[in-house]
Nanobody
Framework: QVQLVESGGGSVQAGGSLRLSCAAS????????MGWFRQAPGKEREGVAS???????SYADSVKGRFTISQDSAKQTVYLQMTSLKPEDTAMYYC??????????????????????WGQGTQVTVSS
């Protein structure tokens, strides 16, 4: 059974940092795109960052320079290091995976509908 489990969310003051983790299981990690998305109340889910099996990364403009996505392939785990957090970063953060996106488009910078496997999410709240 394919499964993604996020952890590391919480509450932090503006300017603080958090590291999210996403542990993958039930499938062969190699070749997959891994992405982080977020959804704030009343807003659509948006892409935050992605990483390919080969290490290629992409970021939303709103988080560039503040967030870093990385992976430990041996542990089949993806991380999202978030620094200089702002109140507008408050959202439910979701981890996602897809086995075909890189093969089809040569990028992991995909939209929500292009990712087939999703975790349950972890809440991040940033107070001012």
């Amino acid at each position: 059974q394919v499964q993604l489990v996020e952890s590391g969310g919480g509450s932090v003051q503006a300017g603080g940092s958090l590291r999210l983790s996403c542990a993958a299981s039930g499938y062969t990690y190699s070749g997959y795109c891994m992405g982080w998305f977020r959804q704030a109340p009343g807003k659509e889910r948006e892409g935050v960052a992605s990483i390919a099996f080969n290490g290629s990364t992409s970021y939303a403009d709103s988080v560039k320079g503040r967030f870093t996505i990385s992976q430990d392939s041996a542990k089949q785990t993806v991380y999202l290091q978030m620094t200089s957090l702002k109140p507008e970063d408050t959202a439910m953060y979701y981890c996602a995976a897809d086995p075909y996106l890189w093969r089809n488009r040569g990028t992991c910078d995909g939209r929500e509908h292009e990712y087939a496997i999703w975790g349950q999410g972890t809440q991040v709240t940033v107070s001012s």
